[in-house]
Structures are given as C-alpha cells and as structure tokens.
C-alpha cells in the first residue's frame, strides 16, 4: 500500500475504494492510530451508515471481512470516530487519529443457546470467543477477526505509521475505557503493536486455561499436539502471538522443571487474567 496526497493506494498504483463521507472535521496531523469495530451486519452497511449526514460520525477507513479497503475520509482531515476521549496527555483523540472500522459484530450474547448480536444474527462457535473485557469482569461471545481482514489492517497501518511517523496504535476501549469496548479481546493489539512499532506490551498479556486443553504445533487442529498435552484447567499462558483464534503462549505453569513449553492453542477455551 502507498499513500499519496492522503488516499490509499494498492501497491500497482491504483487508488482504494473512496466513497467521501461528509461528516468530517478540519485540518489533522494525526499522532495515533485508533481501532474500532463496526459492530454492524457488513462492511457496506457500515460504509453507508458514517458517510450518511444524520449518522455525524465516520472514519478514515473500512475494512472488509474479505480484506477489502475503503476510505472515507483523506488522512489530513478529522473523521469523527472518537468521541469523547482521551490518551497520553491529549484530550479529544478525534483531532489527532486516524481512525480504522473493522467490519465485524462484535460483543455477542448467548439467547437461546446461540451466541447473537445485537442485531439478531447468530455466529457458530468456530467463529467466536468466549472473554471477559479487560475493562469488564462478566464473559461474553466476540466475533473473531479473520486472517484476510487482519492481513490487510496490518499492511494498511504500516504505510500510515511510515507516512505520518505515528507514535502508537490503540483500541478505542483504551481511549474511551468504560465507554466503548471495541475492538475487544478478539483484536491482537499487542501483536499489531509490537510489528508495527517494533515493541511488546511491557507486560505480555497473560490468560489460563477454562478446561483441559491440547496446546499444539501450529495454529490448527490438523498440527500435533505436544507431549505435554492437555493443559491441566487453570494453567497460567503467556501469549506472544496470535493467528486468527488462535494464541500462541509459553506455558507458566509446566510441569517440568526448567523446561520452556511453547505452543498453540485455541481462543475459545482460555480467558485473560492480566
């Protein structure tokens, strides 16, 4: 991806989707990037919705589930993705982001034995996590991000972080914490933040595991599991990486004595502790 005059580009030179959303600001000399989920139906529902003038909200780009990319708003004005907000001295994170949608329905409640949304689809197992918010104590379902969509956010926000020299990437549960909740447990913040800038978290993300858990190979049931399957219930991770819904952790409380155990597991049977 390139940008040019404050519009993406793919890579041939052609210019990403652009459907101008009049629901902007002034001038921008953005200093972050914020992520967001949709939490709509799709990505063209949600593309329709911030650049209708009755929504006064928008944001600088859209991702697709499939990866594709459309920009509302050029990287030099204010989009109105925000809201009241604050982060690292700054107060009003509208005037100093650029903000990124993720098409995805994000938080889900079990009714009637199946994980829905807000708007009343329902998402199979395999297409969900069970978490509590790392702002919140009570689990619920959230609608995982997949490779394609994460692929593209990655490439995206590493021509901005380039173009603009951005210090950081955060959630808007960061800057709004208490208010907002997206983009959730289900986004890998830490892993973005640590390819784009080069750094981890100074405390990795720790969970444990809910039942008896295979810790495997690769991120995948078709990878082997290692000897030291299953994980006993409760045992400490963690996690470095992730790859969709799945984590990969170092196991804190192994069994054996000196030995480092690292490896995959599934997102959908362990919940975060710190």
């Known amino acids: 991806m390139r940008i040019l005059r404050h519009r993406l580009h793919a890579k041939e030179?052609?210019?990403?989707?652009?459907?101008?959303?009049?629901?902007?600001?002034?001038q921008l000399d953005?200093?972050?990037?914020?992520?967001?989920?949709?939490?709509?139906r799709s990505a063209e529902g949600s593309v329709n919705w911030l650049t209708n003038p009755d929504a006064r909200a928008s944001a600088h780009l859209v991702i697709g589930r499939d990866g594709a990319v459309t920009q509302l708003v050029p990287f030099d004005r204010v989009a109105w993705h925000a809201g009241p907000s604050q982060w690292d001295g700054l107060v009003g994170m509208n005037q100093h982001s650029i903000g990124i949608e993720l098409d995805n329905a994000g938080r889900l409640e079990r009714k009637g034995g199946k994980w829905a949304a807000w708007f009343g689809t329902t998402y199979p197992d395999e297409e969900l996590m069970v978490a509590a918010h790392k702002h919140e104590t009570h689990e619920c379902g959230w609608h995982l991000f997949p490779p394609a969509q994460l692929d593209a956010t990655l490439e995206v926000c590493a021509s901005l972080v380039k173009k603009y020299e951005l210090r950081d990437v955060v959630g808007h549960d960061d800057i709004s914490p208490g208010r907002k909740c997206d983009p959730g447990p289900a986004f890998p913040l830490e892993s973005f933040r640590s390819r784009l800038f080069g750094r981890s978290e100074d405390h990795l993300p720790q969970f444990r595991t809910r039942t008896a858990l295979n810790i495997r190979l690769g991120p995948g049931t078709e990878h082997d599991r290692l000897p030291q399957s299953p994980l006993s219930p409760g045992t400490r991770l963690e996690v470095l990486d992730e790859d969709g819904a799945w984590r990969f952790a170092t196991v804190l409380d192994s069994d054996e004595?000196?030995?480092?155990?690292q490896g995959w597991v599934h997102s959908k049977f362990v919940e975060r502790i710190g």
């Open 30 to 40: 953005p200093k972050y990037l914020v992520i967001h989920f949709t939490a709509g």
């Open 13 to 26: 030179g052609e210019p990403a989707s652009f459907i101008r959303s009049p629901n902007t600001g002034g």
């Open 257 to 261: 004595e000196g030995a480092e155990v």
